[in-house]
């Protein structure tokens, strides 16, 4: 998963690609964490919150194929 911020603000965008669901257990729990980090205070928050809960989330990856946009105009 790439997180990253976008340099331009968009007032429209479209995309498109294709979804599947992760089933590797190390790689699904590696994403949970990296997604988590965005939202909790700490990492020990994170992985007890996993330990916990962890086993029944599903994760689903989007591979974007296609994706456009239309840029805002500042005035």
Known sequence: MVL?????HYTRNRG???CH??????KVTS??????MKYYPDE??????IARA?????VFEIE?????GKEIQER
Do not use: C, H, N, T
């Open 4 to 8: 990253r911020p976008m340099p331009v």
């Open 16 to 18: 498109s690609g294709r």
């Open 21 to 26: 669901l992760v089933e590797i257990g190390a």
């Open 31 to 36: 994403l949970l964490k990296q997604f988590a």
């Open 44 to 49: 020990q928050m994170v992985d007890e919150e």
């Open 54 to 58: 962890g086993k029944v989330a599903q």
């Open 64 to 68: 974007i194929e296609y994706l456009s």
